[in-house]
T-cell receptor, first 114, second 113 residues
């Protein structure tokens, strides 16, 4: 079946640094990918829609200058958390759409900002 | 507005008990899809089921069963003879054909040996 990978699976960084998270569709092409954020013991919230060849679409309340999204190819989308702060610590999950409105989710990246 | 409500924050059961996880949704769309996902401690979401709004037939898959009732806007999930490995957070989600998923707040299930 379709597989979506994320790298890294976890990352710890110092406050003020930038962190890049990769999301890859391994055996299929995805013109669109989605980025979710999940705080501890909370639900998944859609942050943005990544579009290959065009700008990402951000959900209300998500800072586009802080969360940079680049959909470089049909199999790769990256999320860069710029000038990360402790409040950005979260579980970031990407997904790519499949058939019948199903989404294939990546395994997630746990970000801890010290 | 679209919304998914999972009123049960946490449920604890003893192994072999049956347990039902509730999901109530709100949408004005006539065509939509409902999903259940399992999230074990590792964090990776595991797809369990997808149901479209025109198919109200209940479904059984092994120990899992789902009861979809449009009249009450509910899509409940029952695990029969629960096992410790069923311990996880379970999310119900709604999608109206735009690929944007609306997730419920999740129900943490603890199955005790």
């Amino acid at each position: 079946g379709a597989v979506v990978s994320q790298h890294p699976s976890w990352v710890i960084c110092k406050s003020g640094t930038s962190v890049k998270i990769e999301c890859r569709s391994l055996d299929f092409q995805a013109t669109t990918m989605f980025w979710y954020r999940q705080f501890p013991k909370q639900s998944l919230m859609l942050m943005a829609t990544s579009n290959e060849g065009s700008k990402a679409t951000y959900e209300q309340g998500v800072e586009k200058d802080k969360f940079l999204i680049n959909h470089a190819s049909l199999t790769l989308s990256t999320l860069t958390v710029t000038s990360a702060h402790p409040e950005d610590s979260s579980f970031y999950i990407c997904s790519a759409p499949g058939l019948f409105d199903t989404q294939y989710f990546g395994p997630g990246t746990r970000l801890t900002v010290l | 507005a679209q919304k998914v409500t999972q009123a049960q924050t946490e449920i604890s059961v003893v192994e072999k008990e049956d347990v039902t996880l509730d999901c109530v949704y709100e949408t004005r769309d006539t065509t939509y899809y409902l999903f259940w996902y399992k999230q074990p401690p590792s964090g990776e979401l595991v797809f369990l089921i997808r149901r479209n709004s025109f198919d109200e037939q209940n479904e059984i898959s092994g120990r899992y069963s789902w009861n979809f009732q449009k009249s009450t806007s509910s899509f409940n999930f029952t695990i029969t003879a629960s096992q410790v490995v069923d311990s996880a957070v379970y999310f119900c989600a709604l999608n109206s054909g735009t690929y944007k998923y609306i997730f419920g707040t999740g129900t943490r299930l603890k199955v005790l040996a």
